[in-house]
């Protein structure tokens, strides 16, 4: 363990731009899901029937676990239920980040010549990962200082007690593979499968299919409605197996390789595997099928639950005017579709700023060097990448689009109609999506080493242009977010104007982003 403060405080100072933010916003989702319920629905019989509503579609169970029947607080500690699983995602790229990422780039073994102990490394992201969790358990725990004390505490527990157990699912996938890819992709299945499972238990009623999965317990802690505190042993149980595991494994492996052994590749190349083009398509194609893959899924079960969810709305003039300024025009249903189109819009924009830091992952891996040595030159290499930063999310969103409408329709017996509309209401948000992405590859040209900005400003736009309106926060704050200036589609009018200013300002970044990778030094 020798060392492992030392790392710990270097892992602090690179992260310190994005795990804070991260966990802030985290911690303010719970809270800003009470709030905004307890305002509008103020009366007990109006939250009754609000509940009623929620718990007869299995969809908004399948999305958010079972609906209590208790206060506002536990309705908002639901309503914010996919939260814990942004959390545990933060956690695996964290843990991921700061182990197998710095052996795969050799900083671990030039950091393991000094007075470095071997576990030194696992340790200090085990430690920062949990110290992350523990403080977003924290500011959760605090932000419902107004409510009862047990339910804050069983809130704050939970989200905390989900985020470690998955960053030591990390920890483990990290010692099993010699790539930071290979291991992200191990990591962030295990914490699909667990959703998924989730998810069907909570949708069919099976109980003992939702308890397979560690993001089940921390919701059956049942914060505000009479709180269960013994999952606690369960999670206490599994973090303690998993990082004995995650030590255990470690200690069986060389520095720099895992545990399964890699995959050989073919002896020659496909005839098609020629040019930067075809290697982007390699390295953008697994992100781009998950992205895909996600959307379609998200799209479905929305889609599925947007008639029932206009019923509970249409009771409630507040909840229709506040899911108005999130992007919703006229109309119950066309309401919660603008503004479940806009939220999803913003998680596809991580897909475009991921697909455009892979440019600076593979300059720093040293994989760019040897191919722009090569007859390959500087703008043609970037443009390989800004292909699948561009036409990647436009594959999300059309996915999107096509499985929102087909279910959406399928349950208003009108396929033909809401199809195209649905679809055109997703294909409104790529401009802004393509601003993002367009950010991240103008930091990669100009400023390398700040790509991580990008990041940030995805994180401020969630939320000044999404919670904010919930929040009431200032105009200057919202129009932050390139999404507030979208037409708030569909049911509302389209213009053009804000659409070209978009698409204007997404090609001056990375035109800039171009100019400047082609006349600064690589690495």
Same mark, same amino acid.
């Given at each position: ?127 920062? #990962? +949990?110290?992350?969790? %523990?403080? $977003? *358990? =924290? !500011? ?5 200082? &107004?409510?009862?004390? @047990? /339910? ?97 494994? #470690? +200690?069986?492996?060389? %520095?720099? $390789? *895992? =545990? !399964? ?5 073919? &002896?020659?190349?496909? @005839? /098609? ?251």
């Amino acid at each position: 363990m020798t060392g492992t403060w030392s790392l710990v405080r270097l892992i602090l100072r690179r992260d310190r731009f994005v795990l804070l933010p991260w966990v802030l916003v985290i911690a303010a989702l719970p809270i800003v899901q009470t709030s905004g319920i307890a305002e509008v629905y103020a009366d007990e019989a109006a939250l009754r029937r609000f509940a009623a509503s929620m718990s007869s579609t299995p969809a908004f169970s399948a999305l958010y676990g079972p609906v209590p029947q208790g206060s506002a607080a536990a309705m908002g500690v639901w309503r914010a239920g996919f939260t814990p699983v942004i959390l545990a995602l933060a956690m695996i790229m964290t843990v991921i980040r700061h182990t197998r990422v710095e052996e795969e780039t050799g900083r671990r073994e030039l950091l393991g010549a000094t007075v470095l102990g071997r576990r030194a490394g696992l340790s200090a992201a085990l430690v920062v #990962a +949990g110290a992350a969790c %523990l403080l $977003a *358990g =924290l !500011l959760i725990t605090l932000s419902f200082a &107004a409510y009862p004390v @047990p /339910g804050a505490l069983a809130t704050g527990l939970g989200y905390a007690a989900v985020g470690l157990v998955f960053a030591a699912v990390a920890a483990v996938a990290a010692q099993l593979t010699e790539s930071a890819g290979g291991a992200r992709a191990i990591a962030i299945s295990v914490l699909g499968i667990a959703y998924v499972l989730r998810m069907a238990g909570d949708a069919s009623g099976a109980d003992g299919l939702s308890w397979s999965s560690p993001i089940a317990w921390g919701q059956r802690m049942r914060p505000f409605a009479e709180e269960e505190w013994w999952p606690l042993a369960l999670f206490a149980a599994l973090l303690a197996a998993l990082c004995a595991l995650s030590y255990a494994l #470690a +200690g069986r492996r060389d %520095l720099g $390789a *895992g =545990l !399964l052994p890699p995959r050989p590749g073919p &002896a020659g190349a496909a @005839p /098609g595997f020629a040019g930067p083009s075809a290697l982007a398509w390699r390295l953008h194609r697994g992100p781009l099928i998950g992205w895909s893959a996600g959307t379609a899924f998200g799209g479905a079960v929305l889609g599925a639950a947007a008639e029932a969810a206009s019923g509970a709305l249409g009771e409630n003039r507040q909840v229709l005017e506040m899911l108005a300024r999130l992007g919703g025009a006229s109309g119950v249903s066309q309401v919660f579709l603008a503004s479940v189109t806009s939220v999803l819009g913003v998680a596809v924009s991580c897909h475009a700023v991921q697909a455009a830091s892979r440019m600076r992952a593979e300059e720093t891996l040293m994989r760019a060097e040897p191919l722009l040595a090569a007859g390959v030159g500087r703008a043609r290499w970037m443009a390989s990448h800004l292909v699948f930063v561009f036409a990647g999310p436009a594959v999300a969103m059309v996915v999107l689009g096509l499985s929102m409408g087909i279910t959406y329709g399928a349950a208003t017996g009108d396929v033909g109609a809401q199809v195209p509309e649905i679809l055109g209401a997703a294909l409104v948000q790529l401009p802004a999506v393509w601003s993002l992405g367009a950010l991240a590859a103008a930091l990669f040209g100009l400023l390398p080493r700040l790509v991580v900005l990008a990041w940030v400003a995805l994180v401020a736009f969630l939320l000044f242009g999404q919670v904010g309106a919930a929040l009431d926060l200032p105009g200057a704050l919202l129009n932050l977010s390139p999404f507030s200036h979208l037409p708030h589609v569909p049911g509302g009018e389209v213009t053009a104007s804000p659409l070209i200013a978009l698409v204007a300002i997404t090609a001056a970044l990375t035109a800039a982003g171009l100019y400047g990778f082609r006349r600064r030094d690589i690495g």
